[in-house]
């Protein structure tokens, strides 16, 4: 993808649509385009965050890591193309909360973490829309954090 089509799809994103041209070419230009095979990690909860993520193409998985060596890790949610990931690590200064692997093949553009507050900072109909994604996400996590709640009180209630 050169650099007018990764500006065309950053146009195409909500959360970017307003931004003029040259704000544009700068974060496709500062940022790179990353591919993913199925199964390979993008991040693992704790690593160092750096940079946000923009999937341009693909399914990436939110997994937990598993509770026992035995255990296998658990997809707790998918994200689709046109979705960030990452951003809440990078805004709040922390390590990744959670591990991300693709899903199928995986296609992102990498950007980094400064450039991104930038960003945000400097337009205020991108920080907004960034705002309402960490929302609709943190609603998300509470409801998958709720199903998992009742199936643990489920299978301690069944042991009894």
Do not use: W
Request: net charge negative; with cysteine.
């Amino acid at each position: 993808m050169d650099i007018t089509q990764e500006v065309e799809f950053l146009r195409s994103i909500p959360m970017l649509s307003k931004l003029d041209s040259s704000k544009l070419k700068l974060l496709a230009f500062t940022s790179r385009l990353v591919e993913y095979r199925d199964g390979e990690y993008l991040f693992r909860k704790k690593d160092p965050a750096d940079c946000v993520y923009l999937i341009m193409s693909g399914k990436a998985e939110v997994v937990s890591d598993p509770v026992s060596p035995e255990d296998e890790s658990q997809v707790t949610l998918v994200r689709s193309e046109g979705e960030l990931i990452g951003e809440m690590a990078v805004l709040s200064r922390q390590d990744r909360t959670a591990s991300i692997r693709a899903k199928g093949t995986l296609s992102v553009l990498c950007m980094e973490g400064d450039m991104f507050v930038q960003l945000l900072a400097s337009n205020s109909d991108a920080a907004l829309d960034v705002m309402r994604q960490l929302s609709d996400k943190l609603a998300q996590a509470h409801d998958a954090n709720t199903v998992l709640q009742r199936q643990l009180f489920l299978l301690v209630e069944g042991s009894d």
